[in-house]
């Protein structure tokens, strides 16, 4: 787990998930920018073969691409909670993120890693392919690209969806995620749901 700035949750950065297991926290009603991803093939040091974070078991980093993403801001704009599972960052483990206010579930329920494009793959660990990156990441020149609407196609209407390499895999797969910057045309993207109704939410590893 990451947060950029300001209000943080009380829990640990970073802890081991066994399988089948649950971990409960409360965050703060104004945590912005907040980032809870899944690592595969940590050792005892805390390097991971994927969404590795730096610092051991506890984070001190965004996890290392590729990586699926759940992420959060409370009590923004309009009075919402803001919420997505993103795939801008590549994408490692299926994820879903429910909640008990029965508003909008964003998800990927589908494994990625063995039809990634060739161009896209990795890493590759004991043979398997672990991970499965954007094409911002993975393709040349992100500084000027289409693929990161980066440099002469910074903005939305200079970077459509069609422009974007291997977003229908990405999307076409997994249509109730966020898979590139300007993806909120999609209509499918980024998920809302009332301040007021003080949601309960869950995020899922391999729904």
Same mark, same amino acid.
């Given at each position: 787990?990451?947060?950029?700035?300001? %209000?943080?949750?009380?829990?640990?950065? $970073?802890?081991?998930?066994?399988?089948?297991?649950? *971990?409960?926290?409360?965050?703060?009603?104004?945590?912005?920018? $907040?980032?809870?991803?899944?690592?595969?093939?940590?050792?005892?040091?805390?390097?991971? %073969?994927?969404?590795?974070?730096?610092?051991?078991?506890?984070?001190?980093?965004?996890? %290392?691409?590729? +990586?699926?993403?759940?992420?959060?801001?409370?009590?923004?704009?309009?009075?919402?909670?803001? =919420?997505?599972?993103?795939? *801008?960052?590549?994408?490692?483990?299926?994820?879903?993120?429910?909640?008990?206010?029965?508003?909008? *579930?964003?998800?990927?329920?589908?494994?990625?890693?063995?039809?990634?494009?060739?161009?896209?793959?990795?890493?590759?660990?004991?043979?398997?392919?672990?991970?499965?990156?954007?094409?911002?990441? +993975?393709?040349?020149?992100?500084?000027?690209?289409?693929?990161?609407?980066? $440099?002469?196609?910074?903005?939305?209407?200079?970077?459509? +969806?069609?422009?974007?390499?291997?977003?229908? =895999?990405?999307?076409?797969?997994?249509?109730?995620?966020?898979?590139?910057?300007?993806?909120?045309?999609?209509?499918? %993207?980024? =998920?809302?749901?009332?301040?007021?109704?003080?949601?309960?939410?869950?995020?899922?590893?391999?729904?």
């Amino acid at each position: 787990m990451f947060t950029g700035s300001g %209000a943080k949750p009380n829990h640990p950065t $970073g802890w081991v998930a066994n399988h089948g297991s649950t *971990v409960s926290f409360n965050v703060p009603d104004n945590w912005t920018a $907040g980032r809870i991803w899944g690592r595969q093939g940590c050792d005892s040091s805390g390097r991971c %073969a994927n969404g590795g974070c730096g610092g051991g078991m506890e984070c001190v980093a965004t996890g %290392a691409t590729p +990586a699926t993403l759940a992420e959060f801001t409370f009590k923004g704009s309009g009075g919402q909670d803001f =919420y997505d599972v993103s795939l *801008v960052d590549g994408f490692n483990l299926p994820m879903s993120i429910t909640n008990n206010a029965r508003c909008g *579930v964003p998800e990927c329920k589908v494994d990625l890693n063995p039809g990634c494009p060739a161009p896209l793959k990795g890493p590759v660990s004991n043979g398997h392919n672990l991970g499965c990156k954007s094409a911002c990441i +993975a393709l040349p020149n992100p500084t000027n690209s289409r693929n990161c609407c980066s $440099g002469q196609f910074s903005t939305p209407d200079k970077c459509p +969806a069609s422009g974007v390499q291997f977003y229908n =895999y990405f999307k076409g797969k997994c249509p109730k995620t966020y898979v590139f910057a300007y993806d909120e045309k999609s209509g499918n %993207a980024i =998920y809302t749901c009332p301040s007021s109704k003080s949601a309960h939410y869950t995020v899922t590893f391999c729904p």
